[in-house]
């Protein structure tokens, strides 16, 4: 090798030590918990997970804006550890903060955590937290546990995905243990996610920044994220720390995009438009601003008429008529129909299942010939004769209702406000043969704000005789 042969290559050698971490960095090694399932069985459980959610929660369909979230997901994914998931990053429409990852690689991400980012470093210190929950396993870890403290003698391999999502329920409004993530969860991908951002040369303390700033915000904005990703003291130390466990950032670390900002800005004046109208504002008044339903309390009071007892938030009021039990937030009724809030009402099937309506619920498929299931699709083909375009869109679950057996149905109908509505079903036969049923309603967009006071209101709800 001659002389300048050498200097080259000493000239390069000495650049690469500049832009890349040190060789041989000891970065941590995090080992997966227990599992009753296979990573297979994780995307299996993802993919069916993520079709029931796409019904209630609606997606952001520009091209734009999908194409650009995949694109900076991906290479982020590129650098996870162990399994190699067919990631997929989707944009849910919602103002509030918040992003979500399910077993096999699903991860959303809401309009509002893209606009609270201030740079693409930012956003992609969320999606690589989301990525390292999912490379975790943590998803599926939790629901492993769950179901174990259902199924003592579960072993690992031997339980069927579709079984453990109907047992505990995970397609359900309300908390799920897929999102339910601990301490040493958060622990464990904040350091993940810092290997994943340095390998992918972002700052990993963008990761920080934006999750202090969303902290900081303290709004209804931000309940849903911290209530699925609890907040960890030191956060910041420990980023670094894994940081320098690697050997320290490159010197050319990926700064900001024009590209984040473009996006960024599509989607903030989507959001202004009339195809993403403001929460509870219906379109027929967006430009007066003189209807808007405030978002439910999180202080509950109790009701209690005839033989039912359950809670409510107390900014929403319970109003009985010959039909039933209406509780709903000031604005929740336009033009005499209910648009947010739930309805509680009874109904008295018919002996014999007459079911001529060609709904098919899927009810007595699934379930076979029960009382509950018959009553359940006569009520169905009752609600169908005033509503012609409602229809069944999610599959029949399993719940208990003051410790009776109940019945869980998704239906979507016409929305006073305009659009689409979904229609939460939950039924439940008593002694004399009646079916008690619970209907809450809200506005697609908006119903993943309100399933969790729905499935409140049910899961207080008692019965006096």
Same mark, same amino acid.
Do not use: C
């Given at each position: 090798?001659? %002389?300048?042969?050498?200097?080259?290559?000493?000239?390069?050698?000495? *650049?690469?030590?500049?832009?890349?971490?040190?060789?041989?960095? +000891?970065?941590?090694?995090?080992?997966?918990?227990? /599992?009753?399932?296979?990573?297979?069985?994780?995307?299996?459980?993802?993919?069916?997970?993520?079709?029931?959610?796409?019904?209630? =929660?609606?997606?952001?369909?520009?091209?734009?804006?999908?194409? @650009?979230? +995949?694109?900076?997901?991906?290479?982020?994914?590129?650098?996870?550890?162990?399994?190699?998931?067919?990631?997929?990053?989707?944009?849910?429409?919602?103002?509030? !903060?918040?992003?979500?990852?399910?077993?096999?690689?699903?991860?959303?991400?809401?309009?509002?955590?893209?606009?609270?980012?201030? &740079?693409?470093?930012?956003?992609?210190?969320?999606?690589?937290?989301?990525?390292?929950?999912?490379?975790?396993?943590?998803?599926?870890?939790?629901?492993?546990?769950?179901?174990?403290?259902?199924?003592?003698?579960?072993?690992?391999?031997?339980?069927?995905?579709?079984?453990?999502?109907?047992?505990?329920?995970?397609?359900?409004?309300?908390?799920?243990?897929?999102?339910?993530?601990?301490?040493?969860?958060?622990?464990?991908?904040?350091?993940?996610? &810092? =290997?994943?951002?340095? +390998?992918?040369?972002?700052?990993?303390?963008?990761?920080?920044?934006?999750?202090?700033?969303?902290?900081?915000?303290?709004?209804? =904005?931000?309940?849903?994220? @911290?209530?699925?990703? $609890?907040?960890?003291?030191?956060?910041?130390?420990?980023?670094?720390?894994?940081?320098? /466990?690697?050997?320290?950032?490159?010197?050319?670390?990926?700064?900001?995009?024009?590209?984040?900002?473009?996006? =960024?800005?599509?989607?903030?004046?989507?959001?202004?438009?009339?195809?993403?109208?403001?929460?509870?504002?219906?379109?027929?008044?967006?430009?007066?601003?003189?209807?808007?339903?405030?978002?439910?309390?999180?202080?509950?009071?109790?009701?209690?008429?005839? +033989?039912?007892?359950?809670?409510?938030?107390?900014?929403?009021?319970?109003?009985?008529?010959?039909?039933?039990?209406?509780?709903?937030?000031?604005?929740?009724?336009?033009?005499?129909?209910?648009?947010?809030?739930?309805? !509680?009402?009874?109904?008295?099937?018919?002996?014999?299942?007459?079911?001529?309506?060609?709904? /098919?619920?899927?009810?007595?498929?699934?379930?076979?010939?029960?009382?509950? %299931?018959?009553?359940?699709?006569?009520?169905?083909?009752?609600?169908?004769?005033?509503? %012609?375009?409602?229809?069944?869109?999610?599959?029949?679950?399993?719940?208990?209702?003051?410790?009776?057996?109940?019945?869980?149905?998704?239906?979507?109908?016409?929305?006073?406000?305009?659009?689409?509505?979904?229609?939460?079903?939950? &039924?439940?036969?008593? $002694?004399?043969?009646?079916?008690?049923?619970?209907?809450?309603?809200?506005?697609?967009?908006?119903?993943?704000? @309100?399933?969790?006071?729905?499935?409140?209101? *049910?899961?207080?709800?008692?019965?006096?005789?």
């Amino acid at each position: 090798m001659s %002389s300048t042969t050498k200097l080259i290559f000493i000239s390069l050698l000495f *650049v690469g030590l500049l832009v890349l971490p040190a060789l041989g960095a +000891d970065r941590t090694t995090i080992r997966q918990g227990w /599992n009753l399932f296979t990573t297979q069985q994780d995307i299996e459980m993802g993919r069916d997970l993520a079709d029931q959610a796409e019904i209630t =929660q609606p997606l952001i369909d520009d091209h734009k804006p999908n194409t @650009y979230l +995949d694109a900076l997901g991906q290479q982020l994914a590129q650098r996870a550890p162990g399994e190699k998931y067919p990631y997929q990053f989707k944009i849910i429409d919602d103002s509030s !903060i918040n992003a979500n990852a399910l077993p096999g690689g699903f991860i959303y991400v809401t309009r509002g955590a893209i606009e609270a980012a201030q &740079t693409e470093p930012e956003l992609a210190g969320l999606l690589a937290h989301q990525i390292a929950h999912v490379a975790l396993r943590h998803g599926s870890q939790n629901v492993s546990k769950a179901y174990s403290a259902r199924i003592p003698n579960a072993r690992p391999g031997r339980v069927d995905v579709n079984a453990a999502i109907s047992r505990l329920d995970l397609n359900g409004p309300g908390d799920s243990p897929v999102y339910k993530y601990s301490s040493e969860a958060e622990r464990q991908a904040d350091i993940v996610a &810092t =290997q994943i951002m340095v +390998d992918a040369g972002f700052d990993p303390q963008a990761m920080t920044r934006v999750m202090q700033r969303i902290r900081n915000t303290s709004s209804r =904005q931000t309940t849903a994220f @911290y209530s699925s990703h $609890p907040d960890l003291a030191n956060r910041a130390a420990r980023v670094r720390t894994e940081t320098q /466990n690697m050997g320290g950032m490159a010197r050319n670390i990926r700064g900001d995009s024009p590209d984040f900002h473009s996006v =960024q800005d599509l989607l903030m004046a989507a959001s202004d438009g009339d195809r993403y109208y403001e929460l509870g504002r219906s379109r027929s008044n967006r430009n007066s601003g003189t209807t808007v339903v405030d978002v439910p309390s999180t202080r509950l009071i109790t009701h209690r008429e005839g +033989d039912i007892q359950f809670r409510y938030p107390d900014n929403w009021t319970v109003q009985e008529d010959q039909d039933g039990i209406s509780v709903a937030p000031e604005g929740g009724v336009v033009s005499g129909s209910l648009a947010y809030g739930m309805k !509680i009402a009874t109904f008295m099937p018919q002996t014999r299942f007459f079911g001529q309506s060609g709904l /098919n619920s899927g009810i007595e498929q699934r379930s076979g010939t029960t009382a509950l %299931s018959r009553a359940t699709d006569q009520l169905v083909d009752q609600l169908r004769l005033s509503n %012609s375009n409602m229809k069944v869109v999610g599959t029949s679950q399993r719940r208990l209702v003051d410790g009776q057996p109940g019945a869980v149905l998704t239906l979507n109908n016409d929305s006073p406000l305009g659009g689409t509505e979904v229609n939460w079903l939950v &039924t439940v036969l008593r $002694p004399d043969g009646s079916l008690r049923y619970f209907i809450g309603v809200a506005p697609q967009r908006d119903f993943n704000r @309100y399933s969790l006071v729905f499935d409140q209101i *049910v899961g207080s709800a008692r019965f006096m005789n």
